[in-house]
């Protein structure tokens, strides 16, 4: 009896498992017939792991770099199932969580910070949220290791936007063009609060000292 409780808890989230990474939220299990009984059961089995309030992931389901990032993202939205927050999401990654994303820049993020079309009720003060009623159009974002994420010119705007001193804003240019994550043109037409050339003077001054 107890063998099937946890065959039937693994089967039956197996198509959210699989899309995210071996996260699920207690919501989505919910909506593919799971009840709150069977998760405790397969918590206690071992075969799935509670990793915060609603959020559980498959046991064994690998190494995730960005756990905790990705655990504040499915919190923010517990209902939504995976082809929804990828294919038409009202939440993006964003500013220096987005940079680490990507993996462009030096940065440290304060915070796990996100963009949202809107409002939300944070319970933690480990996450951070911009509202934009209008979200953003498919050009200013993409998808990154399964998470919906701004993309890499969307995110150098966004990170001038909030002031981002000019040495860390600069690394994360220099790295973006060259990966060829933003492109010199692309670089060239957009206004920043200083000018591309000098950000990438402040990246070479920072990474020398």
């Known amino acids: 009896m107890k063998t099937s409780a946890r065959v039937d808890v693994i089967s039956m989230v197996d198509e959210l498992s699989e899309a995210q990474h071996g996260y699920f939220t207690r919501a989505q299990a919910h909506d593919f017939g799971v009840l709150d009984a069977q ?12 990793l915060d309030h609603g959020i559980y992931r498959v046991a064994g389901a690998g190494i995730d770099g960005h756990a905790d990032l990705r655990t504040a993202w499915l919190r923010l939205d517990p209902k939504r199932r995976p082809r929804e927050r ?11 969580s987005a940079a680490v994303l990507l993996a462009l820049g030096t940065f440290i993020p304060p915070a796990h910070q996100f963009i949202s079309t809107v409002r939300k009720q944070l319970r933690a003060g480990d996450v951070r949220v911009q509202v934009r009623p209008d979200g953003l159009d498919g050009s200013q974002w993409i998808i990154r290791d399964g998470m919906a994420v701004t ?14 001193d000019g040495g860390h804003l600069g690394a994360f240019l220099r790295d973006a063009l060259d990966t060829g994550a933003i492109r010199t043109e692309a670089a060239a037409q957009i206004t920043l609060r200083t000018p591309v050339q000098a950000l990438l003077e402040m990246a070479d001054g920072s990474s020398r000292t």
């Open 86 to 96: 990828t294919k038409n999401p009202t939440i993006w990654v964003s500013h220096q």
């Open 151 to 164: 993309s890499p010119l969307q995110t150098l705007v966004d990170l001038d936007a909030v002031s981002t």
């Open 39 to 50: 998760l405790t059961r397969a918590t206690s089995y071992g075969q799935i792991r509670r």
